[in-house]
């Protein structure tokens, strides 16, 4: 059995051959030495690597034990899910066993007991790693297929999800979406993602218990029908936008939204021949090595690209430590048959003595200087090496040279600086009365107002006088018959007028009050 896998998934067409040795030791007439080539690992069965989740909790049948029925034989609900009991259980594990004896094993979810709620299930599928699907996905669902569904993938480990594909027995009404083939997309649209109605029909649960994501059919748009042009489809993989990563997943999540029935409508007599059964989930795709790796291995729980041309990374998605003296790259399957292996570099071996910290790709040679330097420096570096930070920005020192996140912008506050570079420690150089590491805060006796200005007023030294009050540090609001920044005038001495008035509203003792009032009141408005 185990050699029939490994032989079926030899004949898949994208492990054949292609891409498959990183290196080979080859005689020149320079003597002997490595030569290098793109290269991808083969094809595997990705179930042997998934962990699964399955949603909501409560979903899967047999706690409490729980009696089904079938299409077939819907009157006849002998049919027992008990979790307790090996030979009845049906745990999530069941999707990714190896059926050796033919017999069936499945999980199962709990019956459709609270119809017209409805039935939902999610079952999520991780790898902790990027996989490029190379064949079709294919799920195998007993006693029939869902009505609707949905397929989501995540690039993310996770965090985000996208539709993959939609599929239901009827596609305007569950998803307001026409129903669409695979096999009828063209080339510009082969990354289209769509709603077939091709798995979904009842058509017996014994005849037709698979739904597909069609990674075959994509793939013979370009490559024919047997997929005998290959270098066709690596060469659209490689130009082609969005391509790629189109058939690359770290999680697939498959929605469940409402079970087979069997017919057209729900009997809402018989609940209990309502619910989901997958025996198998077959994913096969190969670990995603940025075409720097021909193995990939299950290490620590998760797979792990072996990488070659000094790449290193989950997916070789970096050069290694001290091959950083250009940025590095992906390999390509172009110019076919055998790529470009994009390698990374040691300092000093790619360009002459011009180390650039893997910030350029390029350097120049400058005549009248005599010296070779590092053409647009990257990530905020500048210099012959880019081995300083640009202007407005500082060196990051929990970070490496070489490392993306060396240099840190500044981030002065422009008001409250006088320019917007800073020293090495992200200090910005601040104007008067200004002060913090990006002067955006004031010093004592300064207060903020587009910029620090000093203090007018305050309750220790600038106090407001004759009864004033301090306004923000900005202006003491003064009581009828003061004025000046500290109210410290009278308006009396100042302007016979105004004194002429208050003292003839000072006649009574009403009008001493009234006159406080105003005082108060003027207070707010000015405010
Ligand atoms: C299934 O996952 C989706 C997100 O992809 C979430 O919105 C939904 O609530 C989940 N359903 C269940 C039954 O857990
Ligand atoms: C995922 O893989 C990375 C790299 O191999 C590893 O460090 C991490 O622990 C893994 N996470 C889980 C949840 O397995
Ligand atoms: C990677 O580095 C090693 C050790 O310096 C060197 O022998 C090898 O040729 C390099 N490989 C590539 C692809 O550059
Ligand atoms: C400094 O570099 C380290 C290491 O790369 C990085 O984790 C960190 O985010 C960087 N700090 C900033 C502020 O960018
Ligand atoms: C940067 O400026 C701050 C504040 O003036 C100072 O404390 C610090 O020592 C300076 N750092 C360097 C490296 O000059
Ligand atoms: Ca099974």
Request: glycine share 8%; proline share 5%.
């Amino acid at each position: 059995m185990l050699h029939l896998v490994a032989l079926l998934l030899h004949c898949l067409p994208l492990a054949m051959g292609q891409y498959d040795i990183c290196k080979s030791w080859v005689t020149t007439d320079d003597g002997p030495s490595w030569e290098f080539y793109a290269c991808q690992p083969k094809a595997m069965r990705m179930k042997d690597y998934v962990t699964v989740r399955v949603d909501p909790a409560g979903i899967t049948c047999g706690d409490p034990p729980e009696r089904f029925c079938t299409h077939e034989n819907p009157y006849l609900c002998s049919d027992e899910c008990d979790a307790s009991n090996p030979d009845l259980a049906h745990p999530p594990k069941l999707m990714f066993d190896s059926e050796d004896e033919g017999l069936a094993t499945y999980w199962q979810s709990v019956t459709w007991r609270r119809y017209p709620e409805p039935l939902l299930a999610n079952i999520t599928l991780s790898w902790n790693k990027s996989i490029e699907l190379t064949d079709d996905i294919v799920i195998t669902f007993e006693y029939g297929r869902p009505t609707i569904m949905m397929l989501e993938k995540s690039l993310d480990n996770g965090r985000t999800w996208h539709p993959y594909q939609y599929y239901a027995d009827d596609c305007m009404e569950a998803f307001s979406m026409p129903a669409r083939r695979v096999r009828d997309l063209s080339t510009t649209s082969a990354n289209r993602v769509l709603c077939t109605e091709e798995y979904s029909r009842w058509a017996g649960s014994k005849k037709e218990k698979t739904v597909r994501f069609e990674v075959r059919d994509r793939f013979a748009i370009f490559a024919g029908p047997d997929l005998k042009n290959m270098d066709n489809l690596y060469t659209r993989l490689e130009s082609a936008k969005g391509l790629k990563d189109f058939f690359t997943v770290t999680d697939l999540r498959m929605r469940l939204l409402r079970p087979a029935l069997g017919g057209t409508y729900v009997q809402r007599e018989n609940l209990y021949k309502y619910f989901y059964a997958v025996s198998n989930i077959e994913v096969t795709g190969r670990c995603k090595c940025n075409l720097h790796a021909n193995l990939c291995t299950f290490k620590e729980g998760s797979l792990q690209c072996e990488c070659e041309h000094n790449t290193t990374g989950q997916d070789c998605g970096k050069c290694k430590k001290n091959f950083r003296s250009r940025s590095w790259r992906a390999g390509s399957y172009l110019p076919l048959p055998n790529g470009s292996p994009n390698a990374c570099a040691a300092a000093g071996s790619a360009f002459g003595n011009c180390e650039c910290y893997g910030h350029s790709n390029r350097c120049s040679y400058i005549d009248f200087l005599n010296v070779v330097t590092c053409v647009s420096c990257k990530h905020n570096t500048r210099g012959q090496h880019c081995q300083h930070c640009r202007l407005g920005f500082y060196r990051n020192s929990s970070a490496e040279l070489d490392d993306e996140n060396v240099c840190i912008e500044c981030n002065c506050n422009q008001i409250g600086s006088m320019h917007d570079r800073c020293n090495e420690t992200g200090y910005c150089e601040c104007k008067e009365g200004a002060t913090g590491p990006k002067c955006d805060d004031c010093l004592p006796n300064y207060y903020w107002r587009q910029g620090c200005f000093p203090n007018v007023c305050d309750d220790e030294l600038l106090l407001c006088q004759n009864g004033g009050t301090c306004y923000q540090n900005q202006r003491c609001v003064c009581p009828v018959g003061f004025k000046g920044v500290l109210c410290q005038q009278s308006r009396c001495e100042a302007d016979k007028k105004d004194c002429d008035g208050a003292a003839s509203v000072h006649g009574s003792l009403g009008a001493v009050l009234l006159g406080a009032l105003a005082l108060q009141l003027r207070g707010w408005v000015d405010l």
